[in-house]
């Protein structure tokens, strides 16, 4: 787009001439010295002058892409402080997304689809991104209704750490039999005959659904491997992501797997920031695997755009808790601290920095005593940054030690998806304070807020700033009462300033001002000013990472970065996209409807109460007639 004049920015003939101005906003910069801004000017990816129109007019030069937000709120570009974006990237236009889906039978009129135009050879797999709380149905699809969907092709559905539904043909190319062990920590389900009916249970491990969706066929093309991860990026970018913390993850080896970020690094083709984490994969070789990477890279190798941040989120196998709320917590054996020392030292020795998975509070503890043994020894942590992730069940004792060790926290909001089935094992008082975001702020901990996409949770982060402010699910159930909830300002200071501050790099990110990043958002919604249950459906309408345009949409489209078709063409994403968008008061409608009807049978209970308090109707016992009882 070439300069013009706009409210009175007029071109200049200037050598120094800003690349990008946006004018005419309500930006929210977060730097307290001046939180509020109406234009801004950016330079060589960075930002040059915050203001209004007549700071910047004077940088309007010749080539300056004037951008007019047209009253519109701008934010500090999201962070999301855990995100399993190389992984999502590799993968992402292999998979049908039913994340923002309202019912099953629309769910499953696109697997259908996507089942008749799926080549021979390939899989329809849906991975994560949805609950059955937020289907109008509140169930999951049963092996019948995806054998009737998809009657050759292979179908894999994974719902949360919980299970996974095969039909018949994905039981035969996993291949399931009869006489097919159960895993460790995994169960497949089998009916009558003693064949696999097609559901598979974590019990308590995800491991086996894990490894059944490895099983599926991968992209064998790099150049398909790097359209796919720029496609990803651009969604990310679609809800106003400009940087992200990869937490690896099983079935993400290094370096193999983290080839085609590099490769895109060095052609200055990604539109996040990305900070990545290193995972052992294979158990009992831990230690060997951060030893040899220890010598290969250190942490902050990189550069602005994609850089090593560390190790985690697992150090050692033993010491990982799973997270599947639908059975008890899993119990660690009793000697796991021997080899997670050994981690935990030769980390803190070299220089490395790490993120720990950490569910539940016996686990924090146990790991904090191997912490704070090092500590005495004058070790830990010597400098290095280190944090745990989730913390569900965190208690303030745990809090005041990480706060004397000089940790952090990042949260997710896993309980948007699982909320229902924590709330079931664990009761309301559990659910309460999980996670207890208040008392980790109110310590003074750094709590970076993220989203732990994609097999989980939704990459949308404005499902989780809607979960941060409000404590609700996805089905509409309030968990987290105002006491442990936070207002827009904090929830949005998680997901920018936090994460950057995990990272390293809170002098030059998460905030609007002179001297840092031009990573920022112009939004469809004003964030400060929308009702509470409309936050879910904020999207970006121009993101701009480092000064570029990565992303544009409404009166903006086109002025983004061209990207190159989806490949295979077949993709569930050239045809559904990602993200299902509601329209803002569609999505709740089901929830608010079973609310209302709740209701009308509570006054009606009344209504009866009245008439027969009143002698107008005889005092009958209320029963639910069912004919086929009727003996």
Known sequence: MSAMPVGGLV????????????????????????????????????????????????????????????????????????????????????????????????GLAMLREQAARTPKGQWVRVVGGWSAEQFAERRLPTVAELNAAAPDTPVFVLHLYQSAVLNRAALKAAGFTRDTPDPKGGQIVRGRDGEPTGMLLAAPSALILYSTLAKAPVLESEEDRKTSTRHFLRELNRFGLTSAIDAAGGFQNFPDNYATVIELAKAGQLSMRIAYHLF?????????????????????????WLRLNGAGENLTWAAADFENFAQPRPEHTPDYEVEFEKAVRLLTENGWGFRLHATYDETIRRDLAVFEKLAAEGLFPAGNRWLFDHAETASPDSLDRVAALGGAMSVQNRLSFQGEAFLRRYGPGAAADAPPIRAMLDRGLTVGAGTDATRVSTYNPWVALHWLVSGRTLGDLALRPPANRVDRQTALAMFTRAGAALTGEDEVKGVLRPGCYADLAILSEDYFAVPEPDIAHIESLLTVTGGRIVYAAAEYEGLDEELPPVSPAWSPVAHFGGYQAASRHAALAGARQAESLGQAVAESEQHRRWRIARGHAPDVASTPFDPCFDL
């Open 280 to 304: 052992p994969q294979t158990a009992g070789q831990e230690i060997d695997d951060l030893a040899r990477w220890i010598q290969m890279a250190r942490p902050e190798d990189g550069d602005e």
């Open 11 to 106: 071109p200049h003939a200037i050598d120094d001439g800003a690349d990008l101005i946006v004018r005419n906003a309500k930006i929210h910069t977060g730097d307290t010295g001046r939180p509020h801004a109406e234009a801004l000017a950016v330079r060589d990816g960075v930002i040059t002058v915050m203001g209004d129109d007549k700071d910047v007019a004077p940088h309007v030069g010749l080539t300056t892409k004037v951008v007019d937000a047209l009253g519109r709120r701008v934010i500090p570009g999201l962070n999301d402080a855990h995100l399993h974006v190389i992984r999502g990237g590799l993968n992402y236009v292999l998979e049908l997304r039913w994340d923002g889906v309202r019912s099953l039978r629309q």
